[in-house]
C-alpha cells in the first residue's frame, strides 16, 4: 500500500495550484477526523481526501475527472477503497458508483464544506479560522455571489448523506482545518497592526 509520502508526491506531481492543493489538505484533515470519530481507518480516509482531486487540475471536464485519477491509482496501487469513494465523489458516476459506504459519503461530505469554510475565514479581518464560528459561515452561504465556486446544494445534501447535522459538520470540519490552519495559511495575522 503506497504512504501518505506516496500519495503527497503524485498529488503534487500533478497539481501546481497552491489553493487546490490547499483544498485537498484540507479535505484530508476532514476526513482523518472523521476517520477518528467513527473509528474507520485513519490513513486510508485522510488519503482518499488528499488525492480526490489530484487530477482536476489537468481534467476539470467531469467525464475526465477522477476517471482519470482511478487510472493513475490502480497504476500506483491504491486501495480499491479510495478509488471507489473518489469515483463516488463525481455526481455523473453515481450510476456506477453510488456512494453507499460511509468512506464514500464522507468524502461527499467534507468536499464543498471546506471551501466554504476557507472562503468564510478569508474575509475575517485576521484572515483566520481559528475562532470561526458556525453562524458566519452559515450567514456566507446564504450570501449569493460569496464563494460562488461551492456548490451549496452539495453542501448540504453531503451533509444529509452522512447523516449529520449541518452545523455540527461545519463545526467539526473547522475544528479539523484548523488542526493545520499553518499549512492551509488560515492561521491570521497574529496581532493586527496598530499603524
Known amino acids: ?3 501518505r509520502s506516496d500519495a503527497y508526491t503524485l498529488m503534487t506531481s500533478h497539481v501546481k495550484n497552491e489553493n487546490l492543493q490547499k483544498h485537498m489538505f484540507s479535505v484530508e484533515a476532514a476526513m482523518r ?6 473509528g474507520e481507518d485513519e490513513e486510508l480516509w485522510a488519503m482518499t481526501g488528499l488525492l480526490h482531486d489530484c487530477d482536476y487540475e489537468e481534467y476539470p471536464d467531469l467525464r475526465e475527472h477522477t476517471q482519470i485519477a482511478a487510472n493513475w491509482l490502480r497504476e500506483g496501487g491504491y486501495d480499491e ?4 469513494a473518489i469515483l463516488a465523489h463525481n455526481d455523473l458516476n453515481e450510476a456506477t458508483h453510488p456512494r453507499t459506504d460511509l468512506l464514500s459519503k464522507g468524502l461527499y461530505a467534507c468536499d464543498e464544506v471546506t471551501g466554504m469554510v476557507t472562503a468564510t475565514a478569508l474575509v475575517r ?13 452559515r450567514k456566507k452561504m446564504k450570501t449569493k ?5 461551492v456548490n451549496r446544494n452539495d453542501l448540504v445534501q453531503g451533509a444529509a448523506e452522512l447523516g449529520v447535522d449541518l452545523d455540527e459538520h461545519i463545526a467539526f470540519v473547522i475544528e ?8 492551509l495559511g488560515l492561521s491570521g495575522s497574529a496581532t493586527p ?3
Open 1 to 3: 500500500m503506497p504512504t
Open 33 to 38: 477526523f472523521y476517520a477518528r470519530k467513527y
Open 81 to 84: 477503497r479510495i478509488i471507489y
Open 125 to 137: 479581518p485576521n484572515k483566520s479560522i481559528i475562532g470561526l464560528e458556525v453562524s458566519s459561515v
Open 145 to 149: 455571489g460569496f464563494a460562488a465556486g
Open 176 to 183: 479539523a482545518m484548523s488542526s493545520i490552519a499553518d499549512t
Open 193 to 195: 497592526s496598530l499603524s
